[in-house]
């Protein structure tokens, strides 16, 4: 249950920053282009592609920034230390947040044509 919780809040938020990134382009050209190197970007500095456990320090620091980085501590204190419902308390409340942040910003510039 507490993995269907934080994947959830994980879509959520990442749901939220397509309509932000759709609201912040212009064109289906301009959004093809950037979104790619957003999600990647986020994925290289979040800890999906390595742990970061092995990156230095401020790197670590700056990851916090992210929602992947998030995810991926909730899901490795959940699934790998075999943490129960504690392991996602923080993790779930910091993504919902960044889906709120999100969908603010995308509802602001949305352009109904």
């Not at 979104?35 to 320090?57: D, H, K, Q, R």
């Not at 204190?77 to 969908?103: C, M, N, Q, S, Y």
């Amino acid at each position: 249950m507490p993995l269907i919780v934080i994947m959830g809040v994980f879509i959520f938020s990442m749901s939220a920053l397509g309509i932000m990134i759709s609201s912040l382009t212009r064109t289906l050209a301009q959004a093809n282009s950037i979104s790619p190197v957003i999600v990647i970007s986020m994925a290289m500095l979040g800890g999906c592609y390595w742990p970061l456990e092995i990156t230095p320090p401020l790197m670590q620091s700056l990851a916090k920034a992210l929602p992947t980085a998030w995810m991926m501590q909730g899901l490795t204190d959940l699934i790998v230390r075999g943490w129960g419902w504690e392991a996602i308390f923080l993790p779930t409340i910091a993504l919902f947040g960044f889906g709120l942040i999100f969908l603010a910003i995308g509802l602001k510039y949305l352009r109904f044509e």
